[in-house]
């Protein structure tokens, strides 16, 4: 099992909702509020190898391992394998003889836009705009690893495995950039024809922010009972350029109601990640986040606007 066999990348639906004042002059000032579903990606490991590989004369090949170190007695966990004495465990930790690990990653994204848009040039069927004010961005990941490790109970005729709270541990990597900064940016309207069924139009906008990113990165190792955890927290921080686009094509049927579908980029340069989540120093969970030159979330967008 690795951190990265989490499966392929999925889309996720989202919101976006707006409020906003028009004035006379054609001067608009709005709020706007951009969430992300999160997307959760789950991958694990069992007692049975690939290939229904050989088990081993003893089932020693049907355990799983990892490589914690560095533990105090509080996470060695049950022994699997009797009928050894108590005060003897041949796996030491958690990770060592362990039946069942599982692993998660979940992302979200949320944008919120202060923006005022002024008219700079306009016809009777087209019109430029500036924009102006200012933007919070939020990239929120975070990884999970389970290790289960049961003991074996036996009455001499069969067997079973019995999961107990001491025996099983959690690692959690929780990377939280939060990004602020103003934003500049121009639009573009024009209508391209009417009939009897409305208006139809098409608008393209870009927008620009340089954005303080302000970093939280939470990494710990917990036991599931919660009797003993250890973790480390990092604060952090960067400047991270970002760049919007947006195209939509637009139908009114009345005066002030407005349909829109089209598309959305949002680019973000200098960003950090956990490309190698996991630490296995638990006296010293350090792992280590790296820079994204260059990340970036697209999709979709389908709504109505209504204007009074």
Not at 1 to 11: H, K, T
Not at 96 to 119: E, H, V, Y
Not at 195 to 216: M, N, P, Q, R
């Amino acid at each position: 099992l690795r951190s990265d066999s989490l499966g392929r990348s999925s889309w996720q639906p989202g919101t976006r909702l707006t409020f906003g004042y028009r004035m006379e002059n054609g001067w608009n000032f709005s709020v706007s509020w951009l969430h992300l579903m999160s997307a959760n990606y789950t991958g694990g490991a069992g007692m049975q190898g690939p290939n229904f590989s050989n088990p081993g004369g003893l089932g020693q090949n049907t355990f799983l391992f990892a490589p914690v170190y560095n533990f105090s007695h509080l996470w060695v966990g049950q022994n699997p394998f009797p009928p050894i004495p108590f005060f003897v465990n041949p796996t030491s930790g958690i990770w060592d003889g362990a039946t069942d690990m599982t692993i998660k990653f979940s992302q979200r994204f949320d944008n919120w836009d202060l923006a005022g848009k002024f008219p700079v040039f306009e016809t009777e069927n087209s019109r430029s705009y500036a924009i102006a004010g200012g933007r919070f961005s939020w990239f929120w990941e975070r990884f999970e690893w389970r290790t289960v490790k049961p003991s074996l109970i036996t009455d001499g005729v069969s067997f079973q495995f019995q999961e107990s709270p001491d025996s099983a541990a959690r690692y959690e990597n929780t990377l939280s950039q939060r990004m602020y900064g103003p934003m500049i940016g121009s639009g573009h309207e024009v209508m391209l024809f009417s009939g009897h069924s409305g208006a139809f139009g098409a608008s393209f906008e870009c927008t620009g922010s340089v954005l303080v990113d302000i970093t939280k990165k939470r990494a710990k190792y917990i036991r599931e009972d919660e009797v003993t955890e250890a973790k480390r927290a990092q604060n952090d921080n960067a400047i991270v350029p970002n760049l919007d686009l947006s195209f939509n094509l637009t139908w009114q049927p009345i005066d002030g109601l407005t349909f829109r579908a089209g598309v959305n980029w949002f680019n973000y340069f200098n960003t950090f990640a956990m490309q190698d989540p996991v630490s296995f120093n638990l006296g010293a969970i350090d792992p280590p986040y790296t820079k994204l030159f260059y990340r970036y979330v697209a999709g979709c967008n389908f709504g109505f606007a209504y204007t009074w």
